[in-house]
């Protein structure tokens, strides 16, 4: 075995739970030289931040250890979100972890973590997936085993196969706004705008869910097209703030008039049919990965699934096995299927790592 993954929580955050989480991933592959160290630590660890990869650093006499702060931190042997956690993932023989902005094009997608703002560079460059932990003090994040304000590796040795996880269904047919102002939504579809989205909920669900689980989704498909139909990615779903007495709505973006959106909602049952879509699309072009890296929004998970990671469960079940590591944070960085790079919410980002395909440049006898 050439990668493993330790979890650990604690009472307390100190670096020596960091080391501990370490020492259990490195016997795991037999005491073997780490060429990497893949590091996410819960939130208490924000003030011991620098102390904690330094001592991880030191102890796995490797430089490159990367990482995060996240809301909580999992691996395939469980989750931890309300206490002082570790969760650490070693890459050892010939995977490595290497400066994402300077390897190879050929290496494959970029992992990415961020603070709260998403780097306006990441948008349009080369591929990228990650996540991004707001609301601590800046740095959150580490690489080369110092803190940054947001780090860039690749893995060296392996192919990344990247897949989205959006889970949110749609509650009916397509809209074309025919009132905005700003951020406030003001009518759609000939309705003021939450007269629209209570028509479009309406034998879904009774009584109607919070606004905190229904959003605007910005479509290009016609609206037979995308009728009951799960989110696709490149389909931005857009979050609802507030409700107003007039009948409009707060959205967290300005929408345009003539912009064409549907309502949809997520539900646990979405998210689970979503993930397991997902985990099937990677394992058809990854079939037997070595790990797999996860980015879960806190909304998610746990929390969204009455206690039991669902999404986690969901690969499991394809890949009992395999090693893996993850974080809750507050979004989540995926390729965009249009261009570029993508910052979403809601979302489970999945990565999985196989060994690198060599080609031989000896062509067969005909």
Not at 210 to 236: P, Y
Not at 255 to 276: C, F, I, K, N, T
């Amino acid at each position: 075995m050439n990668v493993a993954s330790a979890l650990l929580a604690g009472n307390d955050a100190r670096p020596g739970l960091a080391v501990a989480a370490l020492s259990q991933a490195l016997e795991k592959i037999g005491q073997r030289p780490a060429n990497g160290v893949l590091l996410f630590l819960s939130a208490e660890f924000a003030r011991q931040a620098q102390l904690t990869v330094t001592a991880v650093a030191r102890a796995a006499r490797c430089t490159q250890v990367v990482g995060g702060i996240a809301a909580g931190v999992f691996t395939h042997r469980g989750w931890v979100l309300d206490r002082p956690a570790v969760a650490l993932m070693v890459f050892a023989d010939d995977l490595s972890l290497t400066f994402g902005e300077t390897g190879e094009p050929r290496m494959g997608p970029i992992l990415s973590y961020s603070g709260s703002r998403f780097p306006p560079a990441w948008a349009m460059d080369r591929t990228r997936f990650g996540g991004c932990f707001a609301g601590q003090a800046e740095p959150v994040a580490w690489q080369n085993s110092r803190l940054r304000e947001e780090c860039s590796v690749q893995v060296r040795g392996g192919e990344v196969e990247v897949g989205v996880s959006l889970a949110w269904r749609f509650l009916g047919e397509g809209h074309t706004v025919d009132c905005s102002r700003a951020h406030e939504l003001i009518r759609v579809g000939g309705k003021p705008a939450f007269d629209s989205l209570m028509a479009d909920l309406a034998g879904h669900c009774d009584p109607p869910p919070s606004l905190t689980v229904l959003a605007a989704v910005l479509i290009d498909a016609d609206a037979a097209a995308i009728a009951s139909e799960l989110l696709k990615a490149g389909q931005r779903p857009v979050a609802i703030v507030e409700r107003r007495a007039d009948g409009s709505l707060i959205l967290a973006e300005h929408m345009r008039v003539g912009q064409r959106l549907a309502w949809a909602m997520r539900s646990p049952a979405a998210a689970r049919a979503d993930m397991r879509r997902c985990v099937a699309r990677l394992a058809e072009a990854a079939p037997e990965p070595v790990a797999a890296l996860l980015f879960s929004c806190i909304g998610r998970g746990p929390c969204f699934h009455d206690g039991e990671d669902c999404e986690v469960d969901c690969l499991r079940e394809r890949f009992p096995e395999l090693p893996l590591i993850g974080c809750y944070g507050t979004g989540q960085i995926a390729p965009s299927p249009v261009a570029g790079n993508q910052l979403l919410q809601n979302a489970v980002v999945t990565a999985l790592i196989s060994p690198l395909t060599r080609r031989s440049d000896v062509q067969p006898e005909p």
